[in-house]
């Protein structure tokens, strides 16, 4: 197998301190995975194919952990709209309630006033028509 431990150049101080041993780790894996050493053992060919195939899997498994987490954001951000429309809707639906009571309480004050001026109209006819003047009131409207 292929050791992995490459030595940091002295003229490179800042490349330790910007990667952890792991991480430098990684990265080195990452690069043998892109391109692989040649070799003639058939050992270390099969050992760099099943290493191969975990670092897929590895990537896989945080593709898919980032797939997730992007989901539950999109379903979160929708519950959140949908809450807001519902809270929009119950404010507007008060509202109507409002202006329909509103409405309802003036069309009953003037179905109120328009039957007590059906009344008095009534009882003016009833004086007139008893004082004879009924007559000279219909011809005025001819």
């Known amino acids: 197998m292929v050791s992995l431990e490459v ?26 995975t892109d391109f692989p050493v040649q070799s003639t053992s ?24 980032e ?9 979160k951000r929708q519950l959140e709209d949908l809450t807001n429309e519902a809270n929009r809707l119950k404010v507007q639906n008060r509202e109507l309630k409002n202006r329909l009571s509103l409405i309802s309480y003036e069309y009953f004050m003037v179905q109120r006033d328009s039957s007590r001026l059906f009344a008095e109209s009534i009882e003016l006819k009833q004086k007139l028509a008893g004082l004879g003047l009924y007559q000279i009131y219909s011809a005025m409207q001819l």
């Open 7 to 32: 030595p940091v150049p002295s003229h490179l101080p800042c490349f330790e301190e910007a990667f952890s041993p792991d991480e430098i780790q990684e990265l080195l894996s990452i690069i043998q």
């Open 42 to 65: 058939g050992s270390s060919e099969t050992n760099r194919s099943v290493y191969s195939f975990e670092e897929r899997k590895r990537r896989r498994m945080i593709s898919n952990r």
């Open 67 to 75: 797939s997730a987490r992007r989901s539950r954001w999109r379903k």
